[in-house]
């Protein structure tokens, strides 16, 4: 079946420092990408999405990916802040007889200092 | 524009009760997903109603079950309750069933067995 496999966390970082956060997956025909984040108490946020190989999604200084040939998704961030800090999940959408469910990975948690 | 919400925000039951949780999708939407996020795990798709019918199934048991309403809105019924259960259910809402559509997250029901 679809799965979504995510670096583990905790990833603590300084303050302006780079992100990267590296998403594969395993699924067959075209799915689409996501990148969705969660803070404290709170349920998901899109973040970015993308629908198509080598589409590039981007928001809020994030950008990824969507690499069919390494069936990766990586997120990146050039300069985080510390309002960064969050769990940021990857996730993947086909139209299947199950509808169009979201596969998320484990999620990874970042934690920013300043 | 109104975004997606749930009611309750926070329940306890004790094992063996039912439960039921309640969504209202975004303004024009008529797609409503419900997925169950266990602590420090990724949200795991429990079902998917697309114009008040069920349009998808996760790997969950029957007893638990859901309805959409003319509406839109949507309930997540679960019986027998047991202590795995405990966990964050969260509704989501898309403007339709297709696989690259974007799905909208509510701020969830945070549920806890004893």
């Known amino acids: 079946g679809d799965s979504v496999t995510q670096m583990e966390g905790p990833v603590t970082l300084s303050e302006e420092a780079c992100l990267t956060i590296?998403?594969?997956?395993?699924?067959?025909?075209?799915?689409?990408l996501f990148w969705y984040v969660q803070y404290p108490g709170e349920g998901l946020q899109l973040l970015l999405k993308?629908?198509?190989?080598?589409d590039k999604g981007s928001n809020k200084g994030f950008e990824a990916t969507y690499r069919k040939e390494t069936t990766s998704f990586h997120l990146e961030k050039g300069s985080v802040q510390v309002s960064d800090s969050a769990v940021y999940f990857c996730?993947?959408?086909?139209?299947?007889?199950?509808?169009?469910?979201?596969?998320f990975g484990g999620g990874t948690r970042v934690l920013v200092k300043p | 524009e109104t975004g997606v919400t749930q009611s309750p925000t926070h329940l306890i039951k004790t094992r063996g009760q039912q439960v039921t949780l309640r969504c209202s999708s975004q303004?024009?939407?008529?797609?409503v997903s419900w997925y169950q996020q266990a602590l420090g795990q990724g949200p795991q798709f429990i079902f998917q109603?697309?114009?008040?019918?069920?349009?998808g199934r996760g790997n969950f048991p029957p007893r638990f079950s859901g309805l959409q309403f003319p509406n839109y809105s949507s309930e997540l019924n679960v019986n027998a309750l047991e202590l795995d259960d405990s966990a964050l259910y969260l509704c989501?809402?898309?403007?339709?069933?297709?696989?690259?559509?974007?799905?909208?997250f509510g701020p969830g029901t945070r549920l806890l067995v004893l």
């Open positions: 303004s024009g939407h008529n797609t």
């Open positions: 590296n998403c594969t997956y395993t699924a067959t025909g075209y799915p689409s």
């Open positions: 109603y697309y114009r008040e019918e069920e349009n």
């Open positions: 993308a629908t198509k190989a080598d």
């Open positions: 996730a993947l959408s086909k139209i299947k007889a199950a509808g169009n469910k979201l596969t």
């Open positions: 989501a809402s898309s403007l339709a069933a297709g696989g690259s559509e974007t799905q909208y």
